[in-house]
């Protein structure tokens, strides 16, 4: 036990040494009571939820999760899952770019306000992500009338199963871009439009290359959001299985009719990609550090060569 | 002065672009529900919005949350030290696992949390001879809102806690204060912002949230439902002035959530810039 925490001054050691820990850090025994009460709520409330639903899946064979897979209703709400994400995962990421653009490159009126508008999904429920489009779109919405009139399906159908979706990831990249490009100031973007490139040009070549990862942390985000997302969509989808399900929905249902095994079955393949999603995300994180650093580096350099005399 | 502000292209694109995307995602949608809100007339807002089952929810909604973002407070604050100060084997994964209910789809989470909880399941088998109902009572929607609210705290405090400057801590203890006189007047009080910010965010994401509480709450009414469910109930009746003042009454209290958050960030980010 004295071994599992690696402590940096093994007690009896030096004299000093112990009294510098016992000055500026928690006894050993409290330290190992505090790892080990961390341990046990991890265990309790993050680890034990991921066990259960892929001993639920295997509980009964590998033939049970490849029939469940097989399934015509399962794979129509997989293929919904990844058509949900792949509309609404792009345009929120065209949309962060532009939004970080336009945040991190000039100075307007009313730029605070914005950025509070578009982390405004990140608090409200996802319910009422559903809600507002249903109020909207709905057949006693606004433009209901109209819809049915013209008989377009919005609520109840793809379009408003995508909407809600993006609005409830909205926010992801370009939150995870603006901090990013603040830091990095753009020196680099100037100097380039000095040598004649042109707006494109700079975004392609310039900014695209120096916030590649802070991007793909967002994208990779917004993503696990989009495919994972349950209230917003249960709300705008008609919850037919094989027509309007996704695999969330599809996991709802299937728990409801207590067919467990495939709620189970269906609830590892999304574990599966929370966990290579929480990889990724560790993996971009790291880079991002790197280039956030190698940003602040850039400037720190520019504001002290700057003034130096041997410059001018 | 105008063209001294925008020296890189692409201003009115960009802006124009990213205005556009908000109006048609966020703004317009949030008229509507303004609109709606209104449209039911004063006495139909508050007969929904005091109606004594919706009520009930309020307690659960924002009352439960509120016992569990303060279980993340303590726990999150003591994930985020031993993650900033201690090493020990497997903290790294420790660290990654945190951000699980951020990646975790909230259906997932619910059906796991009910299995793990029920009567005759994994530790509802152990639980229930000691007369601790979890799954399908309050103490099963406290657990799901600590589940979904545990990262927020870890990623508000743990930042603070690295970049805290050991050598006042070292003069503390040179000055002859013991451990616990350090940690109480010279480690927390620059902490308790981010940690209050923290608990703030974990109680506002457990106010909304829906998916994983529905599976193991079993929806009682008077007893386990939430808010969001009366919004979505409304719905299912057609009753949208009903669901919409509902969903407005939910918003105007996020805000709030929010607003206090903001102002404890402010707070603190002036009260680090003094140490």
Same mark, same amino acid.
């Given at each position: 036990m004295?071994s599992?925490?690696?402590f940096?001054n093994?007690?009896g050691?030096?004299?000093?040494? /112990?009294?510098?820990?016992?000055?500026?850090s928690?006894?050993?025994w =409290?330290r190992?009571?505090? @790892? *080990?009460v961390v341990? $046990?709520?991890?265990?309790l409330?993050?680890?034990?939820?991921?066990?259960?639903?892929?001993?639920g899946?295997?509980?009964?064979?590998?033939?049970?999760?490849?029939k469940?897979?097989?399934?015509?209703?399962?794979l129509?709400?997989?293929g919904m899952?990844?058509?949900?994400?792949?509309?609404?995962?792009?345009a929120?990421a065209?949309?962060?770019?532009?939004?970080?653009?336009?945040i991190?490159?000039f100075?307007f009126p009313?730029?605070?306000?914005?950025?509070a508008l578009?982390?405004?999904?990140?608090w409200v429920?996802?319910?009422?992500?559903?809600?507002?489009?249903?109020?909207?779109?709905?057949?006693r919405g606004?433009?209901?009338?109209?819809l049915q009139a013209? /008989?377009?399906?919005?609520?109840?159908a793809l379009?408003?199963?995508? =909407?809600?979706?993006?609005f @409830? *990831?909205?926010?992801? $990249?370009?939150?995870?871009?603006?901090?990013?490009?603040?830091?990095?100031g753009f020196?680099?973007?100037?100097?380039?439009l000095?040598l004649?490139?042109?707006?494109?040009?700079?975004l392609?070549?310039?900014?695209l290359?120096?916030?590649?990862w802070?991007f793909?942390?967002?994208?990779?985000?917004?993503?696990?959001?989009?495919m994972?997302?349950?209230?917003?969509v249960?709300?705008?989808?008609?919850?037919i299985?094989?027509r309007?399900n996704?695999?969330p929905?599809?996991?709802?249902?299937?728990y409801?009719?207590y067919?467990?095994?495939?709620?189970?079955g269906v609830a590892?393949?999304?574990?599966?990609?929370?966990?290579?999603?929480l990889?990724?995300?560790t993996l971009?994180?790291?880079q991002n550090?790197?280039?956030?650093?190698?940003?602040q580096r850039?400037?720190?350099?520019?504001?002290?060569?700057?003034?130096?005399?041997d410059?001018? | 002065?105008?063209?001294?502000?925008?020296?890189?292209p692409?201003?009115h694109?960009?802006?124009?672009w990213?205005l556009?995307w908000?109006?048609?995602?966020?703004?317009?949608p949030?008229?509507?529900?303004?609109g709606k809100?209104?449209?039911?007339?004063w006495?139909?807002?508050?007969?929904?919005?005091t109606?004594s089952?919706?009520v009930?929810?309020?307690?659960?909604?924002?009352g439960?949350s509120?016992?569990?973002?303060?279980?993340?407070?303590v726990f999150?604050?003591?994930?985020?030290w031993?993650?900033?100060?201690?090493?020990?084997?497997?903290?790294?994964l420790?660290?990654a696992?945190?951000?699980?209910?951020?990646?975790?789809?909230?259906?997932?989470?619910?059906?796991a949390?009910?299995?793990?909880?029920?009567p005759n399941?994994?530790?509802?088998?152990?639980l229930e001879?000691?007369?601790?109902?979890?799954?399908?009572t309050?103490?099963?929607?406290l657990?799901?809102?600590?589940?979904?609210?545990?990262p927020?705290v870890v990623r508000a405090?743990?930042?603070?806690?690295?970049?805290?400057?050991?050598?006042?801590e070292e003069?503390?203890?040179?000055?002859?204060?013991?451990r616990?006189?350090t940690?109480?007047?010279?480690?927390l009080?620059p902490?308790?912002p981010?940690?209050?910010t923290?608990?703030?965010?974990?109680?506002?994401?457990?106010?909304?949230e829906?998916?994983s509480?529905v599976f193991?709450?079993g929806?009682?009414?008077?007893?386990?439902?939430i808010?969001?469910?009366?919004?979505?109930s409304?719905l299912e009746?057609?009753?949208y002035?009903?669901?919409a003042?509902?969903?407005?009454t939910?918003l105007?209290?996020s805000?709030l959530?929010v607003?206090a958050?903001?102002?404890l960030q402010?707070?603190?980010?002036g009260?680090?810039?003094?140490?």
């Amino acid at each position: 036990m004295a071994s599992f925490i690696d402590f940096r001054n093994p007690p009896g050691s030096d004299r000093r040494a /112990d009294l510098h820990v016992r000055a500026t850090s928690e006894p050993a025994w =409290l330290r190992r009571s505090f @790892v *080990t009460v961390v341990l $046990v709520f991890f265990l309790l409330f993050l680890i034990l939820p991921l066990v259960v639903v892929f001993q639920g899946a295997l509980d009964k064979g590998i033939g049970t999760v490849a029939k469940t897979f097989a399934d015509h209703d399962v794979l129509h709400a997989v293929g919904m899952t990844l058509l949900v994400g792949v509309i609404a995962v792009p345009a929120n990421a065209v949309f962060g770019i532009a939004a970080a653009w336009a945040i991190t490159r000039f100075r307007f009126p009313g730029k605070a306000a914005l950025q509070a508008l578009i982390d405004l999904p990140l608090w409200v429920s996802p319910v009422i992500g559903g809600l507002i489009y249903v109020l909207l779109y709905g057949r006693r919405g606004y433009f209901g009338p109209w819809l049915q009139a013209h /008989d377009i399906r919005i609520i109840f159908a793809l379009p408003g199963m995508v =909407l809600a979706t993006t609005f @409830v *990831t909205f926010p992801f $990249v370009a939150r995870s871009l603006i901090p990013l490009m603040q830091a990095q100031g753009f020196e680099e973007e100037e100097a380039a439009l000095t040598l004649g490139a042109g707006g494109f040009q700079i975004l392609r070549r310039i900014t695209l290359p120096k916030i590649r990862w802070g991007f793909f942390y967002g994208v990779i985000l917004c993503n696990a959001r989009a495919m994972g997302e349950f209230g917003a969509v249960s709300v705008v989808s008609a919850k037919i299985s094989g027509r309007t399900n996704t695999m969330p929905l599809e996991i709802e249902r299937l728990y409801n009719d207590y067919l467990f095994a495939a709620a189970f079955g269906v609830a590892a393949a999304l574990s599966l990609l929370a966990l290579v999603t929480l990889a990724l995300k560790t993996l971009a994180e790291w880079q991002n550090r790197r280039q956030f650093e190698a940003g602040q580096r850039a400037q720190l350099a520019l504001t002290i060569e700057a003034p130096s005399p041997d410059q001018t | 002065m105008s063209t001294r502000r925008h020296i890189l292209p692409g201003f009115h694109l960009s802006l124009g672009w990213t205005l556009t995307w908000l109006s048609l995602i966020v703004l317009l949608p949030l008229a509507a529900l303004i609109g709606k809100t209104t449209s039911g007339g004063w006495q139909h807002f508050w007969e929904t919005v005091t109606d004594s089952e919706v009520v009930a929810t309020y307690w659960v909604s924002f009352g439960i949350s509120l016992g569990a973002a303060l279980i993340n407070g303590v726990f999150g604050f003591l994930a985020a030290w031993i993650f900033a100060r201690y090493e020990f084997p497997g903290r790294r994964l420790l660290e990654a696992a945190t951000d699980l209910p951020f990646a975790l789809p909230t259906a997932v989470a619910g059906i796991a949390l009910t299995a793990l909880y029920s009567p005759n399941e994994w530790l509802g088998k152990w639980l229930e001879p000691m007369g601790v109902k979890v799954a399908f009572t309050q103490i099963g929607v406290l657990v799901a809102m600590t589940f979904i609210g545990f990262p927020f705290v870890v990623r508000a405090v743990q930042p603070v806690i690295a970049e805290l400057p050991a050598d006042v801590e070292e003069a503390a203890a040179c000055l002859g204060a013991t451990r616990w006189q350090t940690i109480r007047l010279v480690v927390l009080p620059p902490l308790l912002p981010a940690l209050l910010t923290g608990i703030i965010m974990a109680y506002g994401r457990a106010v909304g949230e829906y998916g994983s509480i529905v599976f193991i709450s079993g929806n009682i009414p008077y007893k386990t439902e939430i808010t969001p469910l009366m919004i979505v109930s409304k719905l299912e009746q057609y009753d949208y002035p009903g669901a919409a003042a509902i969903g407005f009454t939910m918003l105007a209290a996020s805000l709030l959530i929010v607003l206090a958050g903001n102002r404890l960030q402010s707070w603190g980010n002036g009260f680090r810039k003094q140490i």
